[in-house]
């Protein structure tokens, strides 16, 4: 009899650890990140904007070598932060043409990983855009759309938002914003009213999905030139702290600790703060089958350099000045990791 206990118990040890095995392999890690590059220009002259600068012949000295290693740059950031796994979704700001995107996925060490991207062109006066790079067995657009920006005031327009929606493995739809909003040229306070302009027309269109359907997966990303305790991302946007308890119809801001830890993206007079941000809707907090965890700075030390005249380090950039040294960009990508069930 004790011999058939023991096995019995044996066999019921086995099986409790085949489903908890089981039940680790079902989750996947699923990775988000994005990048401001700062000026992927192609070497082709477009007459409707003005790329002078980064073109051959122009006051930077840009030419095809110059592109080209730009783009093996950019590639080795999305392959490092991945690792093994690529990330399922790259959100990238300042990208001049749809033919940097088809050199990127296509012709430097990325062409493996077998990206697709979405990319329209904007009325950008220097021509850079933002654009959505997506593994297509992870992530399947659905909708595909530019949302135009028009100053009413002004009657004046900047680049346009990125908006995809689609689907992920577990059956969930997510809606994807990629955002690069005004810059702060001129000054912080002058700029302003744009950029709270361009946060309520997100604003909008996030509260249209929600009246749709109050526990929406929403993820918004990108380059806001504003940091997340400013009123374009706290107020207009209403981007919270992630803190609990979670509320399915609320924003929340990944950065917003990282920010106030005096950590970020982006070095601007000696001090680091998060230009860069992810926003998620409460039901990403929430979701029990895709779900994500908290947002990070990838700081590697290839992508840095150090901070002469302020000490520590900054970000490695393709020029300093107008010195051209080969390095990444001046802003550090951020991502975050989902976890999925299945």
Known sequence: MDVIKRKLILITCLLIA????????????????????????????????????????????????????????????????GGWDPPVLVG????????????????????????????????????????????????????????????????????????????????????VFVCHFPSRLGGELESEEKRNFVASVVRQKVDSLLTANAKSNILIMGDFNDYPTNTSMSVILGAAKPEMPFATKQLYNLMYPIHL?????????GEWGALDQIVVSGNLLLNNTFKCHEANVFEADFLLVDDEKFLGKQPFRTYNGMKYQAGFADHLPVFVDFEMSR
């Open 261 to 269: 830890a005096g950590k970020g993206s982006h070095k601007h007079e």
């Open 18 to 81: 085949s489903i908890s095995y089981s039940q680790q392999m079902e989750k996947t890690i699923w990775k988000v990140m994005c990048y401001n590059v700062e000026n992927l220009f192609d070497c082709v002259d477009d007459s409707l904007t003005n790329d002078s600068e980064y073109l051959p012949g122009g006051m930077r000295g840009w030419n095809y070598e110059k592109y080209t290693r730009k783009q093996a740059n950019v590639s080795k950031v999305i392959a490092a932060i």
């Open 92 to 175: 990238l700001c300042e990208v001049e043409s749809e033919k940097c995107l088809w050199d990127l996925t296509r012709y430097s060490g990325l062409k493996s990983m077998k990206y697709r991207f979405v990319h329209f062109e904007s009325p950008d006066a220097r021509g850079v855009d933002v654009a959505l790079l997506y593994q297509p067995s992870a992530f399947k657009p659905l909708v595909k759309q530019a949302i135009g920006i028009h100053f009413p005031q002004s009657n004046s327009r900047t680049r346009d938002l990125l908006y995809v929606s689609g689907t992920v493995p577990t059956g969930d739809t997510l809606h």
